[in-house]
């Protein structure tokens, strides 16, 4: 049964002011920090006053997951318990680490087993926005609340008077607040994968997040959801993006005026709070034409913080990223097939419903031979094709890339992501160098639509 997903409850009866994640920096840059994330089984509330519960799986019992903050260069050792009854592990998303530490069961490591933990141990290169969710049993371990946020932190405080963190997670709750079955049914695998009916920020449906005129924020959003992509328009405000994936970028305005995020994708913003005392300014969701909704209200107090900023944001100090050489690297082409493409025809056979290059590795996708091996050190460029009809947010293990082109013209950014969001029937160039050796995933980050194939392997040597 797919739950219509008109039957949005966002906002309703909501718990009024937003949860948020105010983020200090932490201490010392010396020496390991640790962090415990036990996997277990949680109830919690989403929906806020007037809705019930929600049984949910969660590190730490929260939803999201307790956020991790290290700083940049800083080694950090996270123990993993699985308190669960499935086996699970731990990637972390868009952090350039060993292959042994990245999270992949039966590629990087083994499986957790119920009851054992594995102690993930690696040290961040670049500063930035990340998160961690599990790799194994994706759509349900991910679509039933595990899932948080890593922050690397630059060595020098970025110039914000407030750095808040919103995840965004998506969810498919019946009229008693549970969340739906149904995980992975194949109808909804060769479309648009599991899109819920309520959206999260930092666990809760939320009706309003406080600030003060003058403010600057430093906004760091996570698409966390299985499937939604979000494109996000803050009313009347001149949101600048500083970074993509946790990469910094030119300051520059959104396109389009919306920030829009695929599955797994990050933005760093910085919003200055031009609004007026007392008002109220909107921030919408309206990625689906049709569909679009409120997230959540800036709720301005009556007294301005201070006089509004002249100066505008400033770029962030860039990351120590290896500069892909474009004219020598090595050029591998993926063609995107599969999925319903209008009728109800499946292009694929075979309980797969998507492939890359004709190959498609399923479920969790331990056995398959690499699509492509390349020599460390090399530089090449992943030249995308999407031959289908719906969006795929690309996502390479263990390394950035650059999206130097999209439909054959240069990108003027160039920027650096470690997901790209590739619209139906366009091409995206992705260049990188492959300095890391092992196996690497890359896969659509649409839940669905990489256990139904969307995904391969990379072996670097
Ligand atoms: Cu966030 Cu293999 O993914
Ligand atoms: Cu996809």
């Known amino acids: 049964m797919i739950v219509p997903r008109r039957a949005l409850i966002l906002g309703a009866g909501a718990a009024g002011l937003a949860r948020t994640f105010s983020l200090r920096r932490s201490f010392a840059a010396s020496e390991t920090r640790e962090y415990l994330l036990a996997v277990r089984t949680a109830t919690v509330n989403l929906t806020g006053n007037g809705y ?47 292959n042994a530490m990245d999270g992949v069961p039966g590629l990087t490591q083994k499986p957790i087993r119920p009851g054992e933990s594995f102690v993930y ?12 969710h ?22 020098e405080p970025v110039a914000v008077d407030r750095d808040l963190l919103w995840l965004i997670e998506d969810w498919r709750l019946d009229d008693r607040g549970r969340i739906a079955g149904g995980f992975g049914n194949r109808m909804e695998a060769g479309m648009s994968g599991r899109i819920g009916n309520t959206v999260t920020i930092n666990g809760r449906v939320a009706e309003k997040v406080s600030v003060k ?21 803050f009313e009347d405000h001149k949101p600048v993006v500083v970074a993509h994936d946790g990469q910094p970028c030119e300051p520059h305005l959104p396109e389009g005026g919306r920030v829009v995020l695929g599955p797994a994708m990050r933005a760093d913003l910085i919003l200055d709070m031009t ?3 007392g008002q109220t300014y909107r921030v919408i ?15 301005y107090d009556g007294k301005p913080a201070r006089e509004p900023r002249s100066e505008p944001p400033q770029q962030l100090p860039a990351n120590p990223l290896p500069e892909p050489q474009i004219a020598a690297a090595e050029r591998l082409e ?59 947010p690309m996502h390479l293990h263990g390394h950035s890339f650059r999206v130097v082109s999209r439909n054959g013209k240069p990108n003027p950014g160039k920027e650096w992501r470690d997901t790209v969001l590739v619209p139906p029937r366009e091409s995206a160039d992705l260049a990188f160098v492959a300095d890391h050796p092992g ?14 194939g969307m995904m391969a392997v990379i072996r670097i040597t």
């Not at 005129?213 to 328009?233: K, P």
């Open 334 to 392: 993926i063609a995107l097939q599969g999925g319903m493409m209008g009728g109800m025809g499946m292009m694929c056979g075979d309980g797969a419903t998507w492939t890359m290059n004709g190959m498609s590795m399923t479920g969790d996708g331990q056995s398959m031979p690499p699509l492509f091996a390349i020599k460390r050190g090399k530089s090449c460029v992943l030249a995308l094709r999407n031959e289908t009809a719906w969006w795929h």
């Open 134 to 155: 599990p790799h194994v049993d994706t759509l349900q371990q991910l679509g039933r609340g595990l899932a948080g946020a890593l922050i690397v932190e630059e060595p």
């Open 52 to 98: 019930p519960d929600t049984a949910v799986w969660a590190y730490e019992g929260s939803v999201p997951g307790p956020v991790l903050q290290v700083r940049q260069g800083q080694p950090v050792q996270i123990t993993v318990v699985n308190k669960f009854n499935e086996d699970t592990t731990v990637h972390w998303h868009g952090i350039r680490l060993p």
């Open 285 to 299: 969701d309206d990625f689906y034409q049709d569909l679009a909704y409120k997230l959540v209200d800036l709720a």
């Open 275 to 277: 609004g007026k005392p």
């Open 213 to 233: 005129a003058g403010e600057r924020v430093g906004l760091r959003l996570v698409n966390a959801a299985l499937a939604r992509i979000v494109g996000l328009r």
């Open 121 to 132: 141990e690696f040290t961040p290169p670049d500063a930035g926005t990340f998160w961690y």
């Open 439 to 452: 196996d690497w995933m890359f896969h659509c980050h649409v839940t669905d639509h990489q256990e139904a």
